[in-house]
């Protein structure tokens, strides 16, 4: 699936009108692993919310080959989401109620197919190594673990597109390696696409493509 971004704005009012994405213009290939770098507030996260349909762009156009996101109906959105998109969101969002395995299968409930879902929930634990926190509650966890939580759950439907923001930014060294080996695998292996939204220049190494935001403008290469 190629993604294609074009003539993208986002206004906010404050005290005034500015523009949090500022004519974004971006395409992304099949299997690309970019990561997009920029000072805080320069509009990654607001980028990637409109990517997945979370969120609405004050105009232009999200392709995905050929078909605008934006034009879709909140349900239909939705259901795209859940099909071709893994999303691992800045501030980890997980449902207090349900063990950690429930939590990563979570987006298979929703859909239809007829995978073995707590197989996949398990291979999923045990790629991340967090197979011993199957039945755990995410207020037993630390800030690391439910991230890991997170990412199995972005990758729980085997999405065409993974959207990571800040994935890394609550683990440790040798944890960041471990999650952005995983990523890269699954780019590698399913053709998934990665677009990967970052302040830690670790996650630069494994990107086919950087590019820079700053003001809401984007640019290709490290500008930072
Ligand atoms: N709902 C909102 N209303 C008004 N302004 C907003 C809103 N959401 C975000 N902003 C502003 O838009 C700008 C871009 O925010 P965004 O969260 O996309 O930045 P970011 O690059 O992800 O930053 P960080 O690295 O801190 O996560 C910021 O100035 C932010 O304060
Ligand atoms: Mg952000």
Do not use: W
Not at 200 to 216: F, Q, V
């Amino acid at each position: 699936m190629v993604l294609k971004i074009e003539n993208l704005y986002k206004k906010y009012i404050r005290k005034n009108e500015f523009n949090a994405l500022d004519d974004v213009n971006l395409e992304v290939l099949e299997g690309e692993f970019i990561c997009i770098v920029g000072k805080s507030g320069s509009g990654k996260s607001t980028l990637l919310n409109i990517i997945s349909g979370i969120l609405s762009p004050s105009s232009g156009k999200v392709l995905y080959d050929d078909k605008d996101i934006t034009k879709l109906t909140d349900d239909e959105k939705s259901l795209f989401r859940n099909q071709k998109i893994g999303f691992i969101p800045q501030s980890t969002v997980t449902l207090s109620t349900l063990n950690v395995l429930d939590n990563i299968c979570l987006p298979s409930f929703l859909g239809k197919n007829q995978i073995d879902k707590k197989g996949r929930g398990m291979y999923l634990l045990h790629e991340l190594g967090i197979e011993n926190l199957e039945n755990s509650y995410p207020k037993e966890l630390s800030g690391g673990e439910l991230k890991r939580v997170t990412i199995a759950r972005a990758l729980m439907n085997e999405p065409k597109i993974i959207l990571a923001d800040e994935p890394t930014s609550d683990l440790d060294v040798q944890n960041t390696k471990y999650v952005l080996d995983i990523l890269k695998k699954v780019s590698k292996e399913q053709n998934t696409t990665v677009i990967l939204a970052t302040h830690d220049m670790a996650c630069l190494d494994y990107a086919d493509k950087i590019y820079t935001m700053e003001s809401g403008k984007i640019t290709e290469g490290k500008n930072i």
